[in-house]
């Protein structure tokens, strides 16, 4: 089954850790993207990437990090300079010729 | 700067009850528009893409419109598995770089027996 596949489900941490979210597709598409949901907002857009090696901030991209060696992964770090990391995360992606973007199951993240 | 805004926030219905949700966006050049459903901590199941006012798409119970400064959603007949929040959000001109996307806060719907 092709499809998006993040892990792990739910993740704890401690102030002042540094965490990595899981994102790996395998529906060949070429952009991958990092959301966070809060409750009662929208989704708002942290990092994307549009090719291998090759990523751009997003409207919130203050405390995090992504790397993109592999089409078929866009991990995302939570570094201690986040503030409120506590949120729920959604990692999605796009086919090079469609705009519509697919989301994963999410991560939910709680600091300790 | 570029916004969406969905109305209502909640939407309590009972089933068979028809009804609408609404997306307004402001107007700086619309690229595209699309309607998600997203359950209880799950992520976001694509619906819908519209990209020019007068266009409808449907899906079951759903119904989707656009005209140049919002959208609606139709939900016709409404039954319990409905029950979900609906995510709109807006492909603008001006940060088409990317193919990013500005959602809008949701409609959280709930249909009752």
């Known amino acids: 089954d092709g499809g998006i596949t993040q892990s792990p489900k739910y993740l704890f941490r401690k102030e002042g850790q540094n965490v990595t979210l899981s994102c790996e597709q395998n529906?060949?598409?070429?952009?991958m993207y990092w959301y966070r949901q809060d409750p009662g907002q929208g989704l708002r857009l942290i990092y994307y990437?549009?090719?291998?090696?090759?990523?751009q901030k997003g409207d919130i991209a203050e405390g995090y990090s992504v790397s993109r060696e592999k089409k078929e992964s866009f991990p995302l770090t939570v570094t201690s300079a986040q503030k409120n990391p506590t949120a729920f995360y959604l990692c999605?992606?796009?086919?090079?010729?469609?705009?519509?973007?697919?989301f994963g199951p999410g991560t939910r993240l709680t600091v300790l | 700067e570029d916004q969406v805004t969905q109305s209502p926030e909640a939407l309590r219905l009972q089933e068979g009850e028809s009804s609408s949700l609404n997306c307004s966006y402001t107007v700086s050049g619309l690229r595209g528009l699309f309607w998600y459903r997203q359950d209880p901590g799950k992520g976001p199941e694509f619906l819908f893409t519209l990209y020019s006012a007068g266009e409808e798409k449907e899906k079951e119970r759903l119904k989707a419109t656009l005209t140049k400064k919002e959208s609606f959603l139709h939900i016709t007949a409404p039954k319990p598995e409905d029950s979900a929040t609906y995510l709109c959000?807006?492909?603008?001109?001006?940060?088409?770089?990317?193919?990013?996307?500005?959602f809008g806060g949701g409609t959280r719907v709930l249909v009752k027996p």
């Open positions: 529906l060949n598409h070429d952009a």
């Open positions: 999605a992606s796009r086919s090079g010729q469609h705009n519509e973007q697919f």
């Open positions: 959000a807006v492909q603008f001109m001006i940060k088409a770089a990317g193919n990013k996307l500005t």
């Open positions: 990437s549009q090719i291998v090696n090759d990523f």
